[in-house]
């Protein structure tokens, strides 16, 4: 079990979301845990979730279950070195031309292009390889260090949402509605299929399926942990799109072929993290209202599913904007600086723009610090 194990019997899930360069942010969440945390300290969490690149920081903490600070180092020397170049580089050909010949290709009832990416992410690949140590993993849920591991894919064939996962024995594989959950060995072919935006970076083959971006169709994705063992959570979310949700920004001018792509990537892989910690809310409400209800029997009440989210305080998609000089020329001849700041926010991985996501998360953990020494019991 996790550190949390001799303080709170309920097993304690951490949710990693994804987005691209937007994973940065939690770097600096994991950052104040640590500061919080005895040193030397654990990983707190007996559960740990990731999707798409959210994937990679659930795996390096998980490889590092038995030191969180240790797991925190690995995570900002590799954020706080990254750029483009260890990342992806472009294909030849325009983004717009590609994305749009592939969407008319799939409307059209066709087969995909042989080349349906525009970005080739060979580079992250060999950091993946480079920087990871799997096997580690299986070792630390042997030593009672951590119940299980999750990272979602999602598969083009079926369009479920797949959870490969390790965990304890007697965790059971689990199916849903459009949810899956797969018991497996772990590895660099399952990052890679998580991380796989679509039509940005190609689809991943496992077992003869192919997999892209697991926050894609991830309808719930509180639901792996969940699955997995974990009563309450800790999520790490990238959007920033909650804080702002009075704001009266809007579009007065038709949108460019970008931002329209932008906007369908930013409900991809941000709205349904926030709109199932609503519906999590909502039940708790009514677990709650079953709770106090004495003609409900034992078996009808059900405990409530407490959490705790940290989420950016600024927006993440203007953040992006402001550090749109650092990206590759390459890059900055299709992406523009006013036209799609959500695509910038996930493809902008660039030193200055993702130490100034850790340094929010930083800064955004420790003003909720009372309320994480109260959740983690510290």
Not at 103 to 126: T, V
Not at 147 to 173: L, P, R
């Amino acid at each position: 079990m996790g550190f949390l194990a001799a303080s709170n019997k309920l097993p304690t899930g951490l949710i990693l979301s994804g987005g691209g360069a937007r994973a940065a942010y939690q770097v600096g969440v994991l950052r104040a845990l640590a500061r919080l945390l005895p040193e030397r300290a654990p990983n707190p969490f007996d559960i740990i979730c990731g999707t798409s690149s959210g994937a990679l920081n659930a795996t390096v903490l998980a490889a590092e279950a038995d030191c969180l600070q240790s797991g925190v180092n690995s995570l900002s020397e590799i954020w706080g070195n990254i750029n483009s170049d260890t990342v992806y580089e472009p294909m030849t050909g325009n983004l717009f031309v590609s994305v749009s010949n592939l969407m008319l290709s799939i409307l059209a009832g066709g087969s995909a292009p042989r080349a349906s990416a525009f970005l080739d992410n060979k580079p992250l690949h060999k950091l993946l390889k480079r920087k990871l140590e799997f096997g580690r993993i299986q070792r630390n849920i042997d030593r009672g260090l951590l119940d299980a591991i999750g990272i979602t894919a999602s598969a083009y064939g079926t369009g479920a949402s797949v959870s490969f996962y390790q965990a304890v024995k007697g965790t059971e594989d689990w199916t849903g509605p459009h949810r899956i959950g797969r018991r497996c060995k772990l590895g660099t072919k399952h990052l890679m299929a998580s991380c796989a935006i679509p039509l940005l970076f190609p689809a991943v083959s496992i077992e003869g399926q192919y997999y892209c971006d697991g926050a894609v169709r991830q309808v719930s994705p509180a639901s792996p942990a969940l699955r997995l063992g974990a009563r309450r959570l800790f999520v790490i979310g990238v959007s920033g799109n909650r804080s702002k949700a009075g704001s009266d920004e809007s579009l007065t001018e038709e949108p460019s072929s970008y931002q329209v792509l932008g906007h369908i990537m930013n409900g991809a892989f941000v709205d349904t993290l926030e709109n199932d910690l609503d519906v999590l809310r909502r039940m708790n409400r009514m677990a709650r209202r079953r709770q106090d209800d004495q003609d409900q029997s034992a078996k009808e009440r059900r405990n409530p599913i407490e959490f705790l989210e940290i989420s950016p305080s600024e927006r993440v998609n203007q953040l992006a904007v402001d550090y749109y000089e650092e990206l590759p020329k390459g890059m900055a001849r299709y992406i523009r600086q006013d036209s799609s700041s959500t695509m910038l926010s996930l493809i902008l991985f660039e030193q200055g723009y993702c130490n100034r996501l850790a340094d929010l998360g930083f800064h955004d953990a420790m003003a909720k610090e009372d309320e994480i020494r109260e959740f983690l019991k510290v």
